[in-house]
C-alpha cells in the first residue's frame, strides 16, 4: 500500500446523543469506543501502518488503555486534540497534510477489509466510468470525470455514503486543495466540492460501510450482521 494518513473525528463526551432514548451516556462512550475498536482492527488488517485519532477532548482512561494495546512498531495511533467543530478540524488537519488523505468515521461498527481497499487501491483510478455509476446520481460526476481524464495524475476524491446520505469515509489525493463539509447530506456537497476543484469523484457503495450508528434502529444492523464485543455489547444492553 502507498503512503496515506489516515484519520478518524472522535467525540468521546456526551457522543452518540440521538442514542440516548436506548442508552445511557456511560453506555454510549462504552459504544463509541468498541466501535472505534472495531475501525482500527480493521484498518490494521488492511495494511494502514498510522492513524490518527482527532479527538475533541481528551479521551477517557478505558479508550486510552484499548488504544495503547491496539498501538504498536507496526500500527501506530496517535491522538491529536482539536476543540473545534469538526468541519474546521478536519479542514485543519488536510491543510497540514502532503500526501493522501483516508477520513474514517468512528461509528462504522461494521466495517470490511474490503472496503478500506476499495476506498485506497490506486487501481480504482483507472477504473472510474464503472466506480461513478455505482451512485451516479447527478450529473457533474461524469463531467468531472470527462473534464479531467487527460491529466496524468488527476486529483481524486473517493466517497463511501452514508445510508442517509452523509460521508462515511473519504479518500482525498490531495487534501490541502480541498474542504469537507459535513453534516446534512454531506456525501452530495463534497461531490460539489469536487467538481468546483476539478478532482475526480468516486463513489464506493456498500452496505457495511453505509452502516453508520446514528439512531436506536440503527442498531439493529449490528444485532443483524454484527460479530464481537461490540455485538455482545448491543445484545445486552438491548435485551429486554
Known amino acids: 500500500m502507498r503512503a496515506i494518513k489516515t484519520v478518524i473525528p472522535f467525540k468521546p ?5 440521538r442514542l440516548s432514548p436506548v442508552l445511557t451516556e456511560e453506555k454510549r462512550k462504552a459504544f463509541v469506543g468498541l466501535s472505534l475498536q472495531n475501525v482500527l482492527a480493521v484498518l490494521k488488517e488492511s495494511g494502514i501502518k498510522q492513524v490518527d485519532i482527532l479527538s475533541k477532548s481528551a479521551l477517557d482512561k478505558s479508550d486510552e488503555n484499548r488504544l495503547a494495546a491496539m498501538s504498536g512498531s507496526d500500527f501506530e495511533i496517535k491522538i491529536l486534540i482539536d ?26 461498527a461494521l466495517l470490511k477489509k474490503e472496503d478500506v481497499e476499495a476506498m485506497t487501491n490506486p487501481a480504482a483510478m483507472n477504473r472510474e466510468s464503472a466506480f461513478v455509476s455505482a451512485n451516479c446520481e447527478s450529473e457533474f460526476i461524469a463531467a468531472s470525470v470527462s473534464e479531467t ?33 459535513y453534516y446534512g447530506e454531506s456525501c452530495k456537497k463534497h461531490q460539489e466540492e469536487a467538481l468546483r476543484r476539478s478532482f475526480i469523484c468516486e463513489i464506493h457503495k456498500s452496505f457495511y460501510a453505509a452502516a453508520d450508528m446514528d439512531e436506536p434502529s440503527d442498531l439493529n444492523d449490528i444485532l443483524n450482521h454484527g460479530s464481537g464485543e461490540i ?10
Open 231 to 240: 455485538f455482545e455489547f448491543i445484545s445486552k444492553v438491548l435485551k429486554p
Open 83 to 108: 476543540e473545534s467543530d469538526l468541519n474546521t478540524a478536519v479542514n485543519t488537519y488536510l491543510k497540514s497534510s502532503e500526501i493522501p488523505v483516508l477520513i474514517v468515521m468512528a461509528d462504522l
Open 149 to 181: 481524464k487527460a491529466a496524468a495524475c488527476p486529483d481524486i476524491v473517493r466517497i463511501a455514503p452514508g445510508k442517509d446520505g452523509g460521508t462515511n469515509m473519504m479518500y482525498i489525493s490531495t487534501p490541502a486543495d480541498f474542504e469537507v463539509n
Open 13 to 17: 463526551d456526551n457522543p452518540k446523543s
